[in-house]
């Protein structure tokens, strides 16, 4: 398959882990392996890179793509929340970066047949590793309606929750709901037709919710932040990119936690509890595309990066 992938933040990431020739980096969503070919660049002979996703076609993909570089190179089936095994079956105890960056692949979104958009006709999918139990479709056809209802309004902050819940239940009592395109239309004839199109697709919402709901992926995020910290040597850093503000509200106040972890009063007058700071926040406020950026690559305008240093 052929697809177009421009990576994200590209420069930003990657200059902001401050590459040593000889050090040992982690893209744990290696996707197209932009951020990935960018680390192997400023490595050398003695740098290694290990490269994780769950997706058979972007490990094949990034094989390809790095084959020429001189340094190291493991690329690993695997979700990026056991960053802990995947070190310890390469026998590595310490890395000096580790990249995030979180939601969907291009080519994930560009083929019809994994189900991920709502523009493209294709089987109600959304699993970004292929051998997982549950797929869309489940979701859609088999959830309760209380359960359904809760993941569109907590994931998909999506207001028409119940309307939309309503429609797929009348739905799915006559026939299973089977492709994206039958979904996305049964989402924008639920929706108010004064607000169908008023910002986006009706359907955006509803979507990333059940993309979310497969693939766990709020679930694991601060497990996988406090892994990615614990690998860290002293100075190295992590880096977070986030498509949406539920993403970017877990990083945001998991890495506040962690770089102020005190819960004395504030009147005490010194620090009696004894947890001391595990990271510094590199930014203080996230990192946006430029608007040029936004310009090329339209599904850069809501990324946010945000960079720590562990201490």
Same mark, same amino acid.
């Given at each position: 398959?052929?697809?177009?992938?421009?990576? !994200?933040?590209?420069?930003?990431?990657?200059?902001?882990?401050?590459?040593?020739?000889?050090?040992?980096? !982690?893209?744990?969503?290696?996707?197209?392996?932009?951020?990935?070919?960018?680390?192997?660049?400023?490595?050398?002979?003695?740098?290694?890179?290990?490269?994780?996703?769950?997706?058979?076609?972007?490990?094949?993909?990034?094989?390809?793509?790095?084959?020429?570089?001189?340094?190291?190179?493991?690329?690993?089936?695997?979700?990026?929340?056991?960053?802990?095994?995947?070190? &310890?079956?390469?026998?590595?105890?310490?890395?000096?970066?580790?990249?995030?960056?979180?939601?969907?692949?291009?080519? &994930?979104?560009?083929?019809?047949?994994?189900?991920?958009?709502?523009?493209?006709?294709?089987?109600?999918?959304?699993?970004?590793? &292929?051998?997982?139990?549950?797929?869309?479709?489940?979701? !859609?056809?088999?959830?309760?309606?209380?359960?359904?209802?809760?993941?569109? &309004? !907590?994931?998909?902050?999506?207001?028409?929750?119940?309307?939309?819940?309503?429609?797929?239940?009348?739905?799915?009592?006559?026939?299973?709901?089977?492709?994206?395109?039958?979904?996305?239309?049964?989402? +924008?004839?639920?929706?108010?037709? +004064?607000?169908?199109?008023?910002?986006?697709?009706?359907?955006?919402?509803?979507?990333?919710?059940?993309?979310?709901?497969?693939?766990?992926?709020?679930?694991?995020?601060?497990?996988?932040?406090?892994?990615?910290?614990?690998?860290?040597?002293?100075?190295?850093?992590?880096?977070?990119?986030?498509?949406?503000?539920?993403?970017?509200?877990?990083?945001?106040?998991?890495?506040?936690?962690?770089?102020?972890?005190?819960?004395?009063?504030?009147?005490?007058?010194?620090?009696?509890?004894?947890?001391?700071?595990?990271?510094?926040?590199?930014?203080?406020?996230?990192?946006?595309?430029?608007?040029?950026?936004?310009?090329?690559?339209?599904?850069?305008?809501?990324?946010?990066?945000?960079?720590?240093?562990?201490?």
């Amino acid at each position: 398959m052929e697809f177009s992938h421009v990576t !994200v933040l590209l420069k930003e990431t990657v200059d902001a882990l401050n590459i040593k020739p000889d050090g040992i980096y !982690v893209d744990g969503t290696l996707g197209g392996g932009g951020h990935s070919e960018r680390i192997c660049q400023s490595l050398g002979k003695d740098g290694v890179l290990i490269g994780i996703d769950q997706d058979d076609f972007a490990l094949d993909y990034a094989a390809k793509r790095l084959a020429p570089y001189t340094c190291t190179k493991h690329l690993v089936k695997n979700n990026f929340v056991n960053l802990e095994a995947v070190l &310890q079956s390469l026998d590595i105890s310490a890395i000096d970066g580790i990249i995030y960056d979180l939601g969907v692949s291009s080519f &994930q979104f560009d083929d019809e047949r994994r189900g991920f958009s709502y523009h493209n006709d294709g089987p109600l999918d959304m699993r970004m590793n &292929q051998s997982a139990a549950l797929s869309a479709y489940e979701v !859609v056809n088999d959830y309760p309606p209380e359960k359904l209802k809760k993941i569109l &309004q !907590v994931y998909g902050e999506e207001r028409h929750a119940a309307r939309i819940v309503a429609a797929i239940l009348r739905h799915r009592e006559e026939r299973p709901i089977e492709t994206t395109l039958a979904l996305a239309e049964i989402i +924008k004839e639920a929706y108010p037709a +004064k607000e169908r199109f008023k910002e986006k697709h009706p359907a955006r919402k509803s979507f990333q919710a059940i993309r979310l709901e497969v693939n766990h992926e709020l679930d694991i995020l601060e497990k996988a932040f406090g892994a990615g910290i614990e690998a860290l040597k002293p100075g190295g850093r992590l880096g977070v990119i986030t498509f949406h503000s539920l993403e970017d509200r877990i990083a945001k106040n998991f890495f506040r936690e962690q770089a102020n972890p005190c819960t004395c009063p504030p009147d005490f007058p010194k620090c009696v509890c004894g947890k001391t700071p595990r990271i510094k926040l590199v930014t203080r406020k996230p990192l946006a595309p430029s608007p040029e950026e936004v310009a090329c690559n339209r599904r850069a305008r809501s990324a946010k990066l945000r960079v720590v240093e562990k201490i």
